[in-house]
């Protein structure tokens, strides 16, 4: 199987001396596989964004990537991370160990990727959404097994928003785009209308910003959906021909692609706003209203869905719902 990809969208970058590898990953939901960009330095060396999971079948395709692409590992001169999720970062500390490159990742995801700094517990949260005991422990096993397929890094450098990337045929700028997580970034290549959007924007899949507490616990300070509907209007008013996704071929129309958005998530708050009319609800089962029942992925990712919808209604003036009552319910505001 080819792992470099040979679509038109990647004939456009590869022009930029980008390159695609599509890596193999087991999530379903995230879109197809995890693509990670090389993209030539002016010294010979290669940049690489996104890296893959840390599974045999990941690094065998990485390998093969790097060989299709006429590279190897050992010639990565940086490693830059557009977000903290592991399919996006598993293999940094590998690729660091055999090619001496510094990682670069935004400074609100390193509590996810270095060691010893990892996500603060949210049980007590999810108690407040209404989450029973046995759903608590299957997120709970979710989380533990996914943190298995990516290696912490010891150490990482700062991607500053608004950094110039310097590369062989282009210079890049770095966006931060909150949303998706705290620290999601994406390159920017202005003079060319091209923009690596990592999981900021995809085609066929909806980035469904995730739940995530501040790094000491605390809550609110991450309004996912509310971040992310902010950031997708800033990036609706750039002009872009070509977009390199985290997951699936690179494609263009992206102002069509948010305006779908949009559109689904009015849509999706009118339904969670009527659900409320009659009683007040909690998230847990306005997401059981809405997908039915679901277990550790699929319910931490329904309730991140349903969770971010019921901040935008609040935010709007439209729900509301009382802190102190646990779990918290939610209803229409007078």
Not at 37 to 45: F, R, V
Not at 97 to 112: G, L, T, Y
Request: hydrophobic content about 40%; proline content about 6%.
């Amino acid at each position: 199987m080819t792992i470099l990809g040979s679509s038109e969208g990647d004939q456009a970058l590869l022009a930029l001396g980008v390159r695609r590898l599509a890596l193999p990953i087991p999530f379903t939901q995230a879109g197809g596989p995890i693509n990670a960009y090389l993209i030539d330095d002016a010294d010979g060396s290669v940049a690489l964004w996104d890296c893959g999971l840390n599974t045999p079948d990941c690094v065998a395709a990485l390998e093969q990537g790097f060989a299709e692409a006429g590279r190897r590992i050992e010639d990565v001169s940086r490693i830059l991370v557009s977000h903290g999720h592991v399919d996006h970062y598993g293999l940094a500390r590998l690729v660091r160990e055999r090619s001496k490159a510094k990682v670069f990742v935004h400074r609100r995801d390193w509590n996810k990727v270095l060691s010893g700094r990892g996500l603060p517990q949210m049980v007590g949260y999810f108690k407040k959404l209404g989450v029973p005991p046995a759903a608590l422990s299957s997120i709970g096993a979710m989380h533990a097994k996914t943190e298995l397929v990516a290696l912490k890094l010891d150490e990482v450098e700062p991607l500053e928003p608004g950094a110039r990337l310097k590369f062989a045929r282009f210079e890049g700028e770095i966006v931060h785009f909150p949303g998706h997580t705290p620290g999601l970034v994406c390159l920017h290549a202005p003079e060319h209308r091209v923009m690596l959007s990592d999981d900021h924007l995809l085609e066929r899949v909806s980035p469904n910003p995730l739940l995530e507490l501040g790094e000491n616990g605390e809550e609110g300070v991450h309004r996912a959906l509310v971040a992310y509907l902010d950031s997708v209007r800033r990036m609706y008013a750039l002009d872009l021909e070509w977009l390199g996704p985290g997951h699936g071929p690179p494609f263009q129309g992206h102002r069509k692609t948010i305006d779908g958005l949009l559109r689904f998530y009015e849509r999706r708050q009118a339904k969670l706003e009527a659900a409320v009319v009659e009683r007040p609800k909690t998230a847990m089962e306005l997401a059981q209203d809405v997908f039915g029942e679901a277990a550790s992925l699929q319910l931490y990712l329904m309730l991140s869905e349903i969770v971010g919808n019921l901040e935008v209604l609040e935010d709007q003036g439209r729900l509301t719902h009382d802190p102190a009552e646990v779990p918290w319910r939610y209803r229409p505001k007078a």
